[in-house]
């Protein structure tokens, strides 16, 4: 269960070896969470997460998972589950392609459609009717202010990121009143593996500053929360401009 300053105890990661989830597993860990999960597709990395998180007091166990295999994630899902409750499921998978390279390869395109949003669709359902079934719990699901408005230099990426973003919107107000409950993380640039050698965006933040976001906003039981919180201004903003002269944007 969540101690008194709505923190987890326990603590299911999708996607283990993700920058921004094992930042807030760390954060958390050094909090109150005891417990941690590490769902992910087997690898020296894995195991490499897992080992940190136990230098830091956790327990911690990791679980074959792989968001292109929607069939495998009952199964895999549901054994994690059955060893006791999850006060937390973080939601943390996803890829951001090569937008020209995708353009050019529809597979490609599809692959990240599926990873970032048919695999978040299926892995998320099964997560909530888990904790809808304990009685209570939060799922954390990380969007990208990518989905806002679809721009040229990644709409394959933003696409499958304002699906996501809708749905786990649609799954929190489905949730509601049950106990469980669904936050959607929106953070803008992240300097990280996955953003080495582009450009940073303007308002780039970190993966430690989204850990510390998704704390606050679990202290405070959220429902959204943007990274840096300026962007929720910014992003407004834009999503209001004429498509005209957002595409002339240097976006």
Do not use: C
Request: hydrophobic fraction near 45%; avoid cysteine.
């Amino acid at each position: 269960m969540k101690d008194a300053f709505g923190l987890p105890q326990s603590l299911l990661v999708l996607g283990g070896t993700s920058e921004i989830a094992l930042a807030t597993a760390r954060r958390l860990v050094t909090r109150r969470t005891r417990t941690v999960w590490l769902a992910g597709r087997p690898s020296p990395a894995l195991d490499a997460a897992a080992e940190q998180l136990r230098g830091l007091g956790a327990e911690v166990r990791t679980v074959a998972f792989d968001a292109l295999d929607p069939e495998s994630h009952e199964a895999a899902l549901g054994k994690v589950f059955t060893e006791g409750d999850i006060d937390l499921v973080l939601l943390a998978f996803g890829v951001l392609g090569d937008q020209a390279h995708d353009e050019r390869e529809p597979l490609n395109a599809v692959r990240v459609a599926q990873t970032n949003y048919t695999g978040a669709v299926s892995a998320g359902l099964v997560s909530a009717r888990a904790l809808q079934a304990q009685g209570h719990g939060s799922l954390v699901v990380l969007s990208s202010v990518a989905g806002e408005r679809a721009r040229r230099a990644n709409f394959i990426y933003g696409s499958s990121k304002a699906g996501l973003d809708t749905f786990a919107q649609g799954l929190g107000d489905a949730l509601h009143g049950t106990g469980v409950h669904v936050m959607v993380v929106r953070p803008g640039f992240v300097r990280s593996r996955m953003t080495a050698g582009m450009e940073e965006a303007p308002l780039a933040t970190t993966p430690e500053a989204v850990a510390t976001a998704i704390e606050l906003g679990l202290r405070r039981r959220s429902e959204t929360v943007w990274v840096p919180g300026a962007l929720r201004v910014v992003m407004s903003a834009l999503r209001h401009l004429p498509r005209g002269v957002f595409r002339r944007l240097p976006v």
